[in-house]
Protein backbone atom coordinates (compact mmCIF):
# COMPACT_ATOMS: atom_id res chain seq x y z
CA UNK A 1 0.00 0.00 0.00
CA UNK A 2 3.07 2.02 0.20
CA UNK A 3 2.52 2.90 -3.35
CA UNK A 4 -1.23 4.26 -2.80
CA UNK A 5 0.17 6.71 -0.28
CA UNK A 6 2.69 8.24 -2.24
CA UNK A 7 0.21 8.49 -4.73
CA UNK A 8 -1.68 10.77 -2.55
CA UNK A 9 -0.47 14.57 -2.83
CA UNK A 10 -1.14 13.53 -6.34
CA UNK A 11 -4.44 13.09 -5.83
CA UNK A 12 -4.37 16.41 -2.80
CA UNK A 13 -2.97 18.68 -5.88
CA UNK A 14 -5.75 17.35 -8.11
CA UNK A 15 -8.94 17.59 -5.53
CA UNK A 16 -8.26 21.13 -4.44
CA UNK A 17 -8.31 22.62 -7.60
CA UNK A 18 -12.31 22.36 -7.12
CA UNK A 19 -13.53 21.29 -3.43
CA UNK A 20 -13.47 23.46 -0.73
CA UNK A 21 -10.49 23.28 1.92
CA UNK A 22 -12.86 23.44 4.36
CA UNK A 23 -12.80 24.23 7.89
CA UNK A 24 -11.38 22.57 11.73
CA UNK A 25 -13.77 23.54 14.15
CA UNK A 26 -12.76 22.63 18.24
CA UNK A 27 -14.77 23.25 21.17
CA UNK A 28 -13.50 23.70 24.84
CA UNK A 29 -16.88 22.50 26.00
CA UNK A 30 -15.76 18.89 23.99
CA UNK A 31 -12.59 19.01 24.51
CA UNK A 32 -13.43 19.09 28.70
CA UNK A 33 -16.01 16.52 28.09
CA UNK A 34 -13.52 14.11 25.75
CA UNK A 35 -10.52 13.56 29.40
CA UNK A 36 -8.76 17.53 28.26
CA UNK A 37 -8.24 15.50 24.84
CA UNK A 38 -7.42 18.05 21.78
CA UNK A 39 -10.62 17.51 19.09
CA UNK A 40 -10.72 18.56 15.91
CA UNK A 41 -13.35 18.71 13.43
CA UNK A 42 -13.55 18.50 10.10
CA UNK A 43 -16.51 19.66 8.54
CA UNK A 44 -17.29 18.16 5.70
CA UNK A 45 -21.09 19.47 5.80
CA UNK A 46 -19.33 22.96 4.90
CA UNK A 47 -17.91 20.49 1.90
CA UNK A 48 -19.79 21.83 -1.88
CA UNK A 49 -23.12 19.86 -2.38
CA UNK A 50 -23.04 19.97 1.62
CA UNK A 51 -21.08 16.28 1.98
CA UNK A 52 -17.64 14.75 1.59
CA UNK A 53 -18.76 12.72 -1.75
CA UNK A 54 -17.85 15.87 -3.35
CA UNK A 55 -14.23 15.21 -2.94
CA UNK A 56 -14.38 11.71 -4.49
CA UNK A 57 -16.28 12.68 -7.41
CA UNK A 58 -14.17 15.27 -8.47
CA UNK A 59 -10.99 12.96 -8.60
CA UNK A 60 -13.39 10.35 -9.99
CA UNK A 61 -14.40 12.28 -13.29
CA UNK A 62 -11.29 14.19 -13.35
CA UNK A 63 -9.42 10.77 -13.92
CA UNK A 64 -11.21 9.75 -17.11
CA UNK A 65 -10.24 9.88 -20.24
CA UNK A 66 -11.32 12.06 -22.20
CA UNK A 67 -12.83 9.69 -24.96
CA UNK A 68 -15.00 8.74 -21.55
CA UNK A 69 -15.46 12.38 -20.41
CA UNK A 70 -16.82 12.83 -23.69
CA UNK A 71 -19.31 9.74 -23.65
CA UNK A 72 -20.81 11.18 -20.06
CA UNK A 73 -21.25 9.68 -16.63
CA UNK A 74 -23.43 7.83 -15.27
CA UNK A 75 -24.60 7.30 -10.66
CA UNK A 76 -27.25 5.64 -9.11
CA UNK A 77 -27.77 7.61 -5.69
CA UNK A 78 -30.79 8.80 -3.92
CA UNK A 79 -28.62 10.44 -1.57
CA UNK A 80 -25.26 12.87 -1.27
CA UNK A 81 -23.37 11.13 -4.12
CA UNK A 82 -26.00 12.30 -6.59
CA UNK A 83 -25.54 15.48 -5.63
CA UNK A 84 -21.56 15.26 -5.68
CA UNK A 85 -21.20 13.61 -9.15
CA UNK A 86 -24.05 16.22 -10.74
CA UNK A 87 -22.10 19.27 -10.02
CA UNK A 88 -18.64 17.60 -10.98
CA UNK A 89 -19.64 16.80 -14.31
CA UNK A 90 -21.31 20.40 -14.52
CA UNK A 91 -18.35 21.65 -13.58
CA UNK A 92 -16.09 20.05 -16.23
CA UNK A 93 -18.46 20.38 -18.67
CA UNK A 94 -19.21 16.10 -18.95
CA UNK A 95 -23.05 14.80 -19.29
CA UNK A 96 -24.17 13.17 -15.95
CA UNK A 97 -27.17 10.45 -15.78
CA UNK A 98 -28.69 10.06 -12.18
CA UNK A 99 -30.98 6.90 -11.69
CA UNK A 100 -33.09 7.60 -8.75
CA UNK A 101 -35.70 5.88 -7.12
CA UNK A 102 -39.00 6.92 -7.99
CA UNK A 103 -39.61 7.50 -3.72
CA UNK A 104 -36.59 9.73 -3.89
CA UNK A 105 -37.35 12.58 -1.99
CA UNK A 106 -38.29 15.54 -3.72
CA UNK A 107 -35.89 17.66 -1.96
CA UNK A 108 -32.94 15.67 -3.44
CA UNK A 109 -34.48 15.22 -6.90
CA UNK A 110 -34.12 19.17 -7.36
CA UNK A 111 -31.11 19.84 -5.96
CA UNK A 112 -29.55 17.20 -8.60
CA UNK A 113 -31.98 18.90 -10.57
CA UNK A 114 -30.30 21.88 -9.83
CA UNK A 115 -26.97 21.18 -10.24
CA UNK A 116 -27.00 20.52 -13.97
CA UNK A 117 -27.73 16.44 -13.81
CA UNK A 118 -30.45 14.79 -15.92
CA UNK A 119 -32.79 12.44 -13.80
CA UNK A 120 -33.66 8.95 -14.84
CA UNK A 121 -36.23 7.34 -12.40
CA UNK A 122 -36.14 3.74 -11.57
CA UNK A 123 -37.90 1.76 -9.79
CA UNK A 124 -37.65 1.83 -5.85
CA UNK A 125 -35.73 -1.25 -5.06
CA UNK A 126 -31.97 -0.73 -4.92
CA UNK A 127 -31.06 -3.34 -7.28
CA UNK A 128 -33.68 -1.58 -10.10
CA UNK A 129 -31.33 1.39 -9.56
CA UNK A 130 -28.32 -0.41 -10.51
CA UNK A 131 -29.87 -2.22 -13.36
CA UNK A 132 -30.89 0.38 -15.03
CA UNK A 133 -27.56 2.24 -14.67
CA UNK A 134 -25.87 -1.02 -15.95
CA UNK A 135 -28.24 -0.77 -19.09
CA UNK A 136 -27.55 2.71 -19.79
CA UNK A 137 -23.85 1.89 -19.18
CA UNK A 138 -24.15 -1.04 -22.10
CA UNK A 139 -26.47 0.93 -24.61
CA UNK A 140 -24.72 4.59 -24.24
CA UNK A 141 -21.52 3.91 -22.99
CA UNK A 142 -21.34 6.33 -20.18
CA UNK A 143 -19.17 5.57 -17.66
CA UNK A 144 -20.37 4.52 -14.12
CA UNK A 145 -18.85 6.36 -11.07
CA UNK A 146 -19.80 3.91 -8.16
CA UNK A 147 -20.78 5.56 -4.91
CA UNK A 148 -17.46 4.20 -3.07
CA UNK A 149 -16.19 0.32 -4.49
CA UNK A 150 -14.29 2.59 -7.05
CA UNK A 151 -10.25 3.92 -6.21
CA UNK A 152 -10.49 7.56 -7.44
CA UNK A 153 -13.52 8.10 -5.74
CA UNK A 154 -12.06 6.81 -1.91
CA UNK A 155 -8.68 8.20 -2.28
CA UNK A 156 -10.55 11.47 -3.09
CA UNK A 157 -13.02 11.08 -0.30
CA UNK A 158 -9.58 10.47 1.71
CA UNK A 159 -8.26 14.26 0.94
CA UNK A 160 -10.41 15.19 3.85
CA UNK A 161 -8.73 13.50 6.29
CA UNK A 162 -5.38 14.56 4.66
CA UNK A 163 -5.94 18.13 4.48
CA UNK A 164 -6.99 18.02 8.41
CA UNK A 165 -3.78 16.60 9.22
CA UNK A 166 -2.41 18.82 6.78
CA UNK A 167 -3.53 21.72 8.74
CA UNK A 168 -3.63 20.38 12.60
CA UNK A 169 -0.19 18.28 12.05
CA UNK A 170 0.23 14.64 13.90
CA UNK A 171 -3.08 13.00 15.21
CA UNK A 172 -3.46 9.97 17.97
CA UNK A 173 -6.45 9.24 16.79
CA UNK A 174 -8.93 9.57 13.51
CA UNK A 175 -12.78 8.79 13.87
CA UNK A 176 -14.84 8.05 10.73
CA UNK A 177 -18.31 7.01 10.31
CA UNK A 178 -18.42 4.30 8.42
CA UNK A 179 -21.09 3.30 5.71
CA UNK A 180 -19.63 1.92 2.14
CA UNK A 181 -16.59 2.62 2.95
CA UNK A 182 -15.39 5.15 0.93
CA UNK A 183 -14.51 7.81 3.32
CA UNK A 184 -13.09 5.44 5.89
CA UNK A 185 -10.79 3.99 3.20
CA UNK A 186 -9.70 7.02 1.41
CA UNK A 187 -8.49 8.38 5.08
CA UNK A 188 -7.02 5.46 6.57
CA UNK A 189 -4.50 5.30 3.87
CA UNK A 190 -4.16 9.15 4.10
CA UNK A 191 -3.63 9.27 7.48
CA UNK A 192 -1.71 6.11 8.10
CA UNK A 193 0.42 7.70 5.75
CA UNK A 194 0.64 11.03 7.12
CA UNK A 195 1.07 9.18 10.66
CA UNK A 196 2.24 5.91 10.92
CA UNK A 197 1.04 5.74 14.88
CA UNK A 198 -2.47 6.88 14.31
CA UNK A 199 -5.07 4.90 15.30
CA UNK A 200 -8.12 5.03 12.77
CA UNK A 201 -11.10 3.98 14.16
CA UNK A 202 -14.47 3.35 12.60
CA UNK A 203 -17.95 4.41 14.02
CA UNK A 204 -20.80 2.58 12.86
CA UNK A 205 -24.53 2.23 13.77
CA UNK A 206 -25.72 -0.23 15.94
CA UNK A 207 -28.58 -0.91 13.58
CA UNK A 208 -26.69 -1.26 10.47
CA UNK A 209 -23.21 -3.27 12.04
CA UNK A 210 -22.23 -5.10 8.81
CA UNK A 211 -19.30 -3.53 8.43
CA UNK A 212 -18.69 -3.96 12.27
CA UNK A 213 -19.30 -7.73 11.60
CA UNK A 214 -18.00 -7.94 8.10
CA UNK A 215 -14.40 -6.41 9.87
CA UNK A 216 -14.36 -8.65 13.02
CA UNK A 217 -15.54 -11.89 11.31
CA UNK A 218 -12.75 -11.22 8.22
CA UNK A 219 -15.33 -12.06 5.90
CA UNK A 220 -17.98 -9.68 4.09
CA UNK A 221 -21.78 -9.04 4.65
CA UNK A 222 -23.86 -6.70 3.44
CA UNK A 223 -26.24 -4.91 4.83
CA UNK A 224 -29.62 -5.75 4.51
CA UNK A 225 -32.43 -3.24 5.32
CA UNK A 226 -31.08 -1.99 8.38
CA UNK A 227 -33.34 0.67 10.19
CA UNK A 228 -31.12 3.45 11.19
CA UNK A 229 -31.92 7.33 10.94
CA UNK A 230 -28.67 7.72 9.70
CA UNK A 231 -29.61 7.55 5.99
CA UNK A 232 -26.12 7.55 4.12
CA UNK A 233 -24.88 4.90 6.28
CA UNK A 234 -27.42 2.46 5.02
CA UNK A 235 -25.60 0.71 2.58
CA UNK A 236 -22.87 -2.52 1.81
CA UNK A 237 -19.44 -2.20 2.38
CA UNK A 238 -17.60 -2.46 -1.20
CA UNK A 239 -15.35 -5.35 -2.01
CA UNK A 240 -12.33 -2.74 -2.91
CA UNK A 241 -12.85 -0.79 0.34
CA UNK A 242 -13.26 -3.91 2.80
CA UNK A 243 -9.49 -4.64 1.71
CA UNK A 244 -8.61 -1.53 2.54
CA UNK A 245 -10.36 -1.13 5.74
CA UNK A 246 -8.92 -4.52 7.08
CA UNK A 247 -5.46 -3.94 6.18
CA UNK A 248 -5.50 0.47 7.63
CA UNK A 249 -8.53 0.63 10.48
CA UNK A 250 -8.12 -0.38 13.87
CA UNK A 251 -11.21 -1.02 15.33
CA UNK A 252 -14.94 -0.44 14.15
CA UNK A 253 -17.20 0.43 17.21
CA UNK A 254 -21.05 1.19 16.97
CA UNK A 255 -23.46 3.76 18.60
CA UNK A 256 -27.38 3.61 18.87
CA UNK A 257 -29.53 5.72 17.55
CA UNK A 258 -30.10 7.95 20.96
CA UNK A 259 -26.65 8.46 20.92
CA UNK A 260 -26.56 9.81 17.01
CA UNK A 261 -29.46 11.85 18.03
CA UNK A 262 -27.65 13.19 21.14
CA UNK A 263 -24.23 13.80 18.84
CA UNK A 264 -26.21 15.58 16.77
CA UNK A 265 -27.68 17.95 19.29
CA UNK A 266 -24.07 18.54 20.70
CA UNK A 267 -23.14 19.73 17.41
CA UNK A 268 -26.45 22.12 16.21
CA UNK A 269 -26.61 23.05 19.99
CA UNK A 270 -22.99 23.82 20.81
CA UNK A 271 -21.40 24.36 18.08
CA UNK A 272 -23.98 25.47 15.29
CA UNK A 273 -23.06 23.40 13.15
CA UNK A 274 -25.53 21.67 11.05
CA UNK A 275 -24.55 18.20 10.87
CA UNK A 276 -27.09 15.26 9.21
CA UNK A 277 -27.27 12.18 10.89
CA UNK A 278 -24.76 10.19 9.57
CA UNK A 279 -22.15 12.67 9.85
CA UNK A 280 -22.90 13.12 13.72
CA UNK A 281 -22.17 8.95 14.12
CA UNK A 282 -17.99 9.62 14.51
CA UNK A 283 -18.67 12.21 17.28
CA UNK A 284 -21.14 9.95 18.86
CA UNK A 285 -18.33 7.25 19.01
CA UNK A 286 -16.21 9.42 20.73
CA UNK A 287 -18.86 10.69 23.22
CA UNK A 288 -20.22 7.78 24.12
CA UNK A 289 -18.81 4.37 23.55
CA UNK A 290 -16.58 3.25 26.58
CA UNK A 291 -13.94 0.69 24.61
CA UNK A 292 -11.91 4.23 23.10
CA UNK A 293 -11.98 6.59 26.35
CA UNK A 294 -8.77 4.77 27.45
CA UNK A 295 -7.06 6.16 24.86
CA UNK A 296 -8.64 9.78 24.46
CA UNK A 297 -6.94 11.74 27.60
CA UNK A 298 -4.55 13.97 26.41
CA UNK A 299 -4.70 12.97 23.09
CA UNK A 300 -4.82 15.08 19.62
CA UNK A 301 -8.23 13.59 17.63
CA UNK A 302 -9.34 14.37 14.56
CA UNK A 303 -13.06 13.72 13.76
CA UNK A 304 -14.96 14.15 10.40
CA UNK A 305 -17.85 15.21 9.91
CA UNK A 306 -18.94 13.57 6.69
CA UNK A 307 -21.91 16.20 5.97
CA UNK A 308 -24.79 18.55 6.75
CA UNK A 309 -27.50 17.25 4.51
CA UNK A 310 -30.68 16.86 6.25
CA UNK A 311 -34.57 18.07 5.09
CA UNK A 312 -35.77 20.95 6.98
CA UNK A 313 -38.84 21.57 5.80
CA UNK A 314 -41.02 20.65 8.58
CA UNK A 315 -39.08 22.33 11.02
CA UNK A 316 -39.22 25.74 8.83
CA UNK A 317 -43.23 24.59 8.66
CA UNK A 318 -43.52 24.76 12.45
CA UNK A 319 -41.48 27.99 12.46
CA UNK A 320 -43.69 29.83 10.07
CA UNK A 321 -46.36 28.77 12.05
CA UNK A 322 -45.66 30.80 15.22
CA UNK A 323 -44.54 33.81 13.36
CA UNK A 324 -46.08 37.25 14.00
CA UNK A 325 -47.91 38.79 11.41
CA UNK A 326 -46.07 41.65 10.04
CA UNK B 1 -14.69 60.15 16.79
CA UNK B 2 -11.12 60.14 15.25
CA UNK B 3 -9.80 59.46 18.54
CA UNK B 4 -12.14 56.21 18.99
CA UNK B 5 -10.91 54.78 15.80
CA UNK B 6 -7.39 55.04 17.03
CA UNK B 7 -8.10 53.13 20.08
CA UNK B 8 -9.24 50.53 18.05
CA UNK B 9 -5.91 48.61 18.01
CA UNK B 10 -5.75 48.45 21.38
CA UNK B 11 -9.25 47.41 21.80
CA UNK B 12 -8.55 44.28 19.48
CA UNK B 13 -5.36 44.04 20.92
CA UNK B 14 -7.05 43.29 24.17
CA UNK B 15 -10.25 41.45 23.17
CA UNK B 16 -8.75 39.30 20.78
CA UNK B 17 -7.01 37.32 24.25
CA UNK B 18 -10.17 35.95 24.96
CA UNK B 19 -12.48 35.83 22.29
CA UNK B 20 -12.89 33.27 19.41
CA UNK B 21 -11.72 34.79 16.09
CA UNK B 22 -14.77 33.71 14.06
CA UNK B 23 -14.41 32.05 10.58
CA UNK B 24 -15.32 33.87 7.49
CA UNK B 25 -17.53 31.75 5.28
CA UNK B 26 -18.41 32.34 1.56
CA UNK B 27 -21.29 30.75 -0.36
CA UNK B 28 -20.73 30.49 -4.42
CA UNK B 29 -24.94 30.63 -4.42
CA UNK B 30 -24.84 33.63 -2.32
CA UNK B 31 -22.76 35.74 -4.48
CA UNK B 32 -24.40 34.65 -7.57
CA UNK B 33 -27.66 35.82 -5.99
CA UNK B 34 -26.63 39.32 -5.20
CA UNK B 35 -25.35 40.41 -8.41
CA UNK B 36 -21.91 38.42 -8.78
CA UNK B 37 -20.95 40.00 -5.42
CA UNK B 38 -18.65 39.04 -2.82
CA UNK B 39 -20.24 38.30 0.29
CA UNK B 40 -18.18 37.69 3.67
CA UNK B 41 -20.24 35.87 6.49
CA UNK B 42 -18.58 37.02 9.64
CA UNK B 43 -19.84 33.87 12.09
CA UNK B 44 -19.96 35.65 15.68
CA UNK B 45 -22.92 32.29 15.76
CA UNK B 46 -19.12 30.57 16.34
CA UNK B 47 -17.92 33.17 19.34
CA UNK B 48 -17.94 31.78 22.42
CA UNK B 49 -21.33 31.58 24.79
CA UNK B 50 -22.67 31.49 21.17
CA UNK B 51 -23.14 35.49 20.50
CA UNK B 52 -20.91 38.54 19.43
CA UNK B 53 -22.07 39.58 22.95
CA UNK B 54 -18.89 38.10 24.33
CA UNK B 55 -16.73 40.24 22.83
CA UNK B 56 -18.49 43.48 25.07
CA UNK B 57 -18.54 41.45 27.57
CA UNK B 58 -14.85 40.52 27.78
CA UNK B 59 -13.71 44.44 26.74
CA UNK B 60 -15.95 46.09 29.39
CA UNK B 61 -14.79 43.60 32.49
CA UNK B 62 -11.01 43.50 31.35
CA UNK B 63 -11.50 47.53 32.33
CA UNK B 64 -12.59 47.69 35.37
CA UNK B 65 -10.61 48.72 38.02
CA UNK B 66 -9.35 46.31 40.20
CA UNK B 67 -12.12 47.85 43.12
CA UNK B 68 -14.92 47.46 40.75
CA UNK B 69 -13.74 43.84 39.95
CA UNK B 70 -13.15 42.85 43.45
CA UNK B 71 -16.68 44.32 44.33
CA UNK B 72 -18.32 41.63 41.41
CA UNK B 73 -20.81 42.84 38.30
CA UNK B 74 -24.27 42.71 37.86
CA UNK B 75 -26.15 42.43 34.50
CA UNK B 76 -29.84 42.48 33.32
CA UNK B 77 -30.57 39.95 30.47
CA UNK B 78 -32.88 37.46 29.89
CA UNK B 79 -30.78 36.33 26.39
CA UNK B 80 -27.12 36.32 25.08
CA UNK B 81 -25.69 39.26 27.28
CA UNK B 82 -26.56 37.20 30.28
CA UNK B 83 -24.33 34.65 29.18
CA UNK B 84 -22.01 36.36 27.65
CA UNK B 85 -21.14 38.65 31.02
CA UNK B 86 -21.32 35.10 33.19
CA UNK B 87 -18.72 33.82 31.39
CA UNK B 88 -16.39 36.37 30.97
CA UNK B 89 -16.91 37.32 34.48
CA UNK B 90 -15.64 33.73 35.34
CA UNK B 91 -12.91 33.38 33.17
CA UNK B 92 -11.53 36.83 34.79
CA UNK B 93 -12.70 35.49 38.46
CA UNK B 94 -14.96 38.35 38.88
CA UNK B 95 -18.36 37.27 40.64
CA UNK B 96 -21.26 37.73 38.74
CA UNK B 97 -25.07 38.73 38.98
CA UNK B 98 -27.58 38.27 36.92
CA UNK B 99 -30.79 39.53 36.84
CA UNK B 100 -33.34 37.23 35.05
CA UNK B 101 -37.16 37.43 34.53
CA UNK B 102 -38.73 34.29 35.97
CA UNK B 103 -40.54 33.94 32.86
CA UNK B 104 -36.78 33.36 31.13
CA UNK B 105 -36.76 30.11 29.24
CA UNK B 106 -35.43 27.08 31.59
CA UNK B 107 -32.44 26.60 28.58
CA UNK B 108 -31.16 29.83 29.17
CA UNK B 109 -31.42 29.86 33.12
CA UNK B 110 -29.19 26.76 32.67
CA UNK B 111 -26.72 28.11 30.17
CA UNK B 112 -26.17 31.24 32.50
CA UNK B 113 -25.58 29.10 35.41
CA UNK B 114 -23.39 26.35 33.58
CA UNK B 115 -20.83 29.29 32.79
CA UNK B 116 -21.11 30.28 36.66
CA UNK B 117 -23.12 33.29 37.13
CA UNK B 118 -25.29 33.74 39.91
CA UNK B 119 -28.91 34.28 39.12
CA UNK B 120 -31.06 36.62 40.48
CA UNK B 121 -34.91 36.11 39.77
CA UNK B 122 -37.29 39.18 38.83
CA UNK B 123 -40.71 39.96 37.98
CA UNK B 124 -41.22 39.54 34.46
CA UNK B 125 -41.86 43.30 33.11
CA UNK B 126 -38.13 44.67 31.71
CA UNK B 127 -38.67 47.44 34.07
CA UNK B 128 -38.29 44.84 37.42
CA UNK B 129 -35.19 43.59 36.51
CA UNK B 130 -33.70 47.27 35.93
CA UNK B 131 -34.86 48.25 39.10
CA UNK B 132 -34.06 45.12 41.18
CA UNK B 133 -30.21 45.49 39.51
CA UNK B 134 -30.11 49.09 40.68
CA UNK B 135 -30.84 48.12 43.81
CA UNK B 136 -28.31 45.80 44.10
CA UNK B 137 -25.90 48.40 42.44
CA UNK B 138 -26.85 50.86 45.46
CA UNK B 139 -26.70 47.95 47.97
CA UNK B 140 -23.93 45.92 47.36
CA UNK B 141 -21.68 48.37 45.20
CA UNK B 142 -21.87 46.26 42.28
CA UNK B 143 -20.48 47.48 38.71
CA UNK B 144 -23.76 47.20 36.22
CA UNK B 145 -22.41 46.32 32.83
CA UNK B 146 -25.29 47.38 30.18
CA UNK B 147 -26.17 45.26 27.12
CA UNK B 148 -25.30 48.15 24.91
CA UNK B 149 -24.92 51.55 25.97
CA UNK B 150 -21.73 51.26 27.21
CA UNK B 151 -18.68 52.45 25.62
CA UNK B 152 -16.47 49.79 26.09
CA UNK B 153 -19.42 46.73 25.60
CA UNK B 154 -19.63 48.38 22.25
CA UNK B 155 -16.31 49.10 21.51
CA UNK B 156 -15.52 45.76 22.12
CA UNK B 157 -18.50 44.20 20.55
CA UNK B 158 -17.51 46.36 17.20
CA UNK B 159 -14.12 43.92 17.03
CA UNK B 160 -16.40 41.99 14.70
CA UNK B 161 -16.19 44.02 11.82
CA UNK B 162 -12.58 44.94 12.68
CA UNK B 163 -11.39 41.64 12.64
CA UNK B 164 -13.24 40.66 9.64
CA UNK B 165 -11.95 43.60 7.67
CA UNK B 166 -8.47 42.76 8.86
CA UNK B 167 -9.26 39.36 7.24
CA UNK B 168 -10.85 40.16 3.93
CA UNK B 169 -9.34 43.70 2.73
CA UNK B 170 -11.35 46.61 2.25
CA UNK B 171 -14.77 46.18 1.76
CA UNK B 172 -17.90 48.15 -0.33
CA UNK B 173 -21.34 47.89 2.14
CA UNK B 174 -21.44 46.16 5.67
CA UNK B 175 -24.58 44.64 6.53
CA UNK B 176 -24.92 44.56 10.29
CA UNK B 177 -28.52 43.77 12.63
CA UNK B 178 -29.85 46.86 15.25
CA UNK B 179 -31.44 46.02 18.39
CA UNK B 180 -29.92 48.22 20.94
CA UNK B 181 -27.33 49.19 18.52
CA UNK B 182 -24.37 47.60 20.52
CA UNK B 183 -22.96 45.47 17.57
CA UNK B 184 -24.11 48.76 15.12
CA UNK B 185 -22.08 51.32 16.71
CA UNK B 186 -19.33 49.70 17.60
CA UNK B 187 -18.75 47.81 13.98
CA UNK B 188 -19.52 51.04 11.95
CA UNK B 189 -16.92 53.01 14.33
CA UNK B 190 -14.80 50.37 13.30
CA UNK B 191 -15.41 50.00 9.86
CA UNK B 192 -15.53 53.59 9.00
CA UNK B 193 -12.18 53.60 10.14
CA UNK B 194 -10.74 50.87 8.33
CA UNK B 195 -12.94 51.35 4.70
CA UNK B 196 -14.26 55.42 4.93
CA UNK B 197 -15.89 54.60 2.12
CA UNK B 198 -17.74 51.78 3.45
CA UNK B 199 -21.66 51.90 3.06
CA UNK B 200 -22.80 50.87 6.70
CA UNK B 201 -26.65 49.14 6.35
CA UNK B 202 -28.37 48.39 9.40
CA UNK B 203 -31.12 45.73 9.22
CA UNK B 204 -34.01 45.87 11.41
CA UNK B 205 -36.98 43.74 11.43
CA UNK B 206 -39.93 46.09 10.56
CA UNK B 207 -42.05 44.64 13.00
CA UNK B 208 -39.59 46.15 15.97
CA UNK B 209 -38.88 49.38 14.02
CA UNK B 210 -37.77 51.89 16.53
CA UNK B 211 -34.25 52.61 15.35
CA UNK B 212 -35.64 52.54 11.36
CA UNK B 213 -37.66 55.47 12.62
CA UNK B 214 -35.20 56.97 15.05
CA UNK B 215 -32.71 57.37 12.63
CA UNK B 216 -34.97 58.85 9.96
CA UNK B 217 -36.11 61.25 12.24
CA UNK B 218 -33.17 61.81 14.26
CA UNK B 219 -35.26 61.52 17.20
CA UNK B 220 -34.72 58.91 19.90
CA UNK B 221 -38.08 56.55 19.57
CA UNK B 222 -38.54 53.66 22.53
CA UNK B 223 -39.17 49.91 21.07
CA UNK B 224 -42.83 49.25 22.72
CA UNK B 225 -43.32 45.82 22.79
CA UNK B 226 -42.31 44.45 19.31
CA UNK B 227 -43.61 41.30 18.14
CA UNK B 228 -41.15 39.72 15.85
CA UNK B 229 -39.20 36.04 15.67
CA UNK B 230 -35.84 38.18 16.18
CA UNK B 231 -36.20 38.40 20.21
CA UNK B 232 -32.63 39.58 20.56
CA UNK B 233 -33.30 42.80 18.63
CA UNK B 234 -36.70 44.09 20.32
CA UNK B 235 -34.72 46.54 22.97
CA UNK B 236 -34.57 50.01 22.17
CA UNK B 237 -31.32 51.64 20.96
CA UNK B 238 -29.32 53.28 23.96
CA UNK B 239 -28.79 57.29 24.18
CA UNK B 240 -25.19 56.88 23.61
CA UNK B 241 -25.06 54.11 20.66
CA UNK B 242 -28.17 56.27 18.74
CA UNK B 243 -25.22 59.40 18.51
CA UNK B 244 -22.98 57.16 17.07
CA UNK B 245 -25.27 55.35 14.49
CA UNK B 246 -26.74 59.19 13.40
CA UNK B 247 -22.89 59.57 12.48
CA UNK B 248 -21.63 56.74 11.49
CA UNK B 249 -24.58 54.63 9.21
CA UNK B 250 -26.04 55.63 6.00
CA UNK B 251 -29.35 53.81 5.65
CA UNK B 252 -31.16 51.33 8.04
CA UNK B 253 -33.96 49.08 6.15
CA UNK B 254 -36.38 46.79 7.46
CA UNK B 255 -37.19 43.05 6.52
CA UNK B 256 -40.07 41.31 6.88
CA UNK B 257 -40.76 38.49 9.48
CA UNK B 258 -41.09 35.86 6.65
CA UNK B 259 -38.04 37.59 4.86
CA UNK B 260 -36.25 36.86 8.31
CA UNK B 261 -36.95 32.98 8.31
CA UNK B 262 -35.84 32.94 4.73
CA UNK B 263 -32.49 33.86 5.43
CA UNK B 264 -32.81 31.26 8.49
CA UNK B 265 -33.65 28.94 6.14
CA UNK B 266 -30.86 29.52 3.57
CA UNK B 267 -28.13 29.99 6.54
CA UNK B 268 -29.29 26.41 7.44
CA UNK B 269 -29.98 24.51 4.60
CA UNK B 270 -26.98 26.08 2.37
CA UNK B 271 -24.51 27.06 4.84
CA UNK B 272 -24.87 24.42 6.68
CA UNK B 273 -24.80 26.97 9.93
CA UNK B 274 -27.21 27.53 12.73
CA UNK B 275 -28.08 30.89 13.21
CA UNK B 276 -30.87 32.56 15.17
CA UNK B 277 -33.24 34.67 13.82
CA UNK B 278 -31.62 38.20 15.27
CA UNK B 279 -28.39 36.94 13.69
CA UNK B 280 -30.01 36.18 9.29
CA UNK B 281 -31.68 39.40 9.52
CA UNK B 282 -28.85 41.15 8.09
CA UNK B 283 -28.62 38.43 5.42
CA UNK B 284 -32.68 39.08 5.04
CA UNK B 285 -31.42 42.73 4.17
CA UNK B 286 -29.22 41.74 1.71
CA UNK B 287 -31.08 39.53 -0.40
CA UNK B 288 -35.02 40.88 -0.08
CA UNK B 289 -34.70 44.91 0.57
CA UNK B 290 -34.59 46.50 -3.05
CA UNK B 291 -33.16 49.62 -1.91
CA UNK B 292 -30.24 48.19 -1.73
CA UNK B 293 -29.90 45.64 -4.59
CA UNK B 294 -28.87 48.72 -6.69
CA UNK B 295 -25.22 48.34 -4.94
CA UNK B 296 -24.48 45.07 -4.76
CA UNK B 297 -23.29 44.25 -8.19
CA UNK B 298 -20.10 43.13 -8.47
CA UNK B 299 -19.43 44.39 -4.70
CA UNK B 300 -17.44 43.37 -1.83
CA UNK B 301 -20.05 43.19 1.15
CA UNK B 302 -19.66 42.07 4.96
CA UNK B 303 -22.13 40.40 6.41
CA UNK B 304 -22.70 39.78 10.79
CA UNK B 305 -23.58 36.87 11.91
CA UNK B 306 -24.64 37.85 15.15
CA UNK B 307 -25.41 34.58 16.86
CA UNK B 308 -26.68 31.12 17.17
CA UNK B 309 -28.63 30.69 20.08
CA UNK B 310 -31.90 29.28 19.53
CA UNK B 311 -33.76 26.78 21.73
CA UNK B 312 -33.62 23.48 19.34
CA UNK B 313 -35.58 21.42 21.71
CA UNK B 314 -38.60 21.14 19.96
CA UNK B 315 -36.95 19.97 16.20
CA UNK B 316 -34.84 17.27 18.61
CA UNK B 317 -38.09 16.11 20.41
CA UNK B 318 -39.73 15.28 17.06
CA UNK B 319 -36.56 13.63 15.55
CA UNK B 320 -36.27 11.33 18.80
CA UNK B 321 -40.27 10.08 18.41
CA UNK B 322 -39.60 9.06 14.28
CA UNK B 323 -36.16 7.08 15.67
CA UNK B 324 -35.96 3.58 14.94
CA UNK B 325 -35.39 0.73 17.80
CA UNK B 326 -32.07 -0.53 18.96
Same mark, same amino acid.
Given at each position: M??I?E?Y? *??? +??V?? /???????????TLN??V??A???I?? +?????TG????R??????????? &????? #?I????????? $?????????????? @?? =?MP &??? !??????????????I?I???? !????E???????????Y???? !???N??????A???A? +????? =? #? $?????L?P???G??LS???I???????D @???I? =???? %???D???S??????? !?? @????????G??????KN?????? *?? =??????????Q????????? *?R?????E?S /?????? /??L? %?????????G?????? @?S?G????? *?????????????
Amino acid at each position: MVKIFEDYK *EVY +ERVKK /GVNKTPVMTSRTLNSLVGDAKVYIKC +ENFQRTGSFKFRGAWNALNCLTD &EKKNR #GIIAHSSGNHA $QAVALAATSLGIKA @II =VMP &ENA !PKVKKEATNRYGAEIVISGND !PLDREKLADELVQDKGYTLVH !PHDNKNVYLGAGTAAY +ELIKE =V #G $QLDMLLVPVGGGGLLSGSSIAAKGLCPD @IKIIA =VEPK %NADDAFRSFYDKQLY !PS @INPQTIADGLRTSLGKNTFKVIL *EK =VDKIITVTEDQIVDAMQFYW *ERMKLVVEPS /GAVSLA /GLLY %NDEISPWTKGAKIGVI @ISGGNIDLS *EFFTLIRKKLPKN
